[in-house]
């Protein structure tokens, strides 16, 4: 498959933490749309927001994969292998 990667194999679905971008919920600032981490659980912001949490989040941890927590939306990221996934 050409748009697949080990490390959406690596993870399972999860619920985020919280219910905003963690980062942004302490420091009382907005975000744009919201991505959780298939690792950990953790809630950033996307690149599209001032603060970038999740990439963030990715560069100090090495988790690779995040999915939107947006709803209706189902799709997937690797920041490794720079892959979208998409399961619907």
């Not at 050409?2 to 919280?18: I, K, L, S, Y």
């Not at 975000?31 to 100090?60: E, I, P, Q, Y």
Request: glycine letters at 10%.
């Amino acid at each position: 498959m050409a748009n697949d990667c080990a490390h959406f194999h690596e993870v399972t679905q999860r619920e985020g933490n919280t219910d905003g971008c963690e980062e942004c919920l302490q420091t009382g600032d907005n975000w744009v749309h919201l991505r959780v981490c298939l690792s950990c659980g953790h809630v950033g912001c996307c690149d599209d927001s001032k603060n970038k949490h999740a990439t963030r989040h990715f560069h100090g941890t090495g988790h690779p994969v995040i999915r939107s927590d947006e709803p209706g939306e189902t799709w997937g990221w690797c920041y490794l292998d720079r892959v979208f996934k998409d399961p619907v």
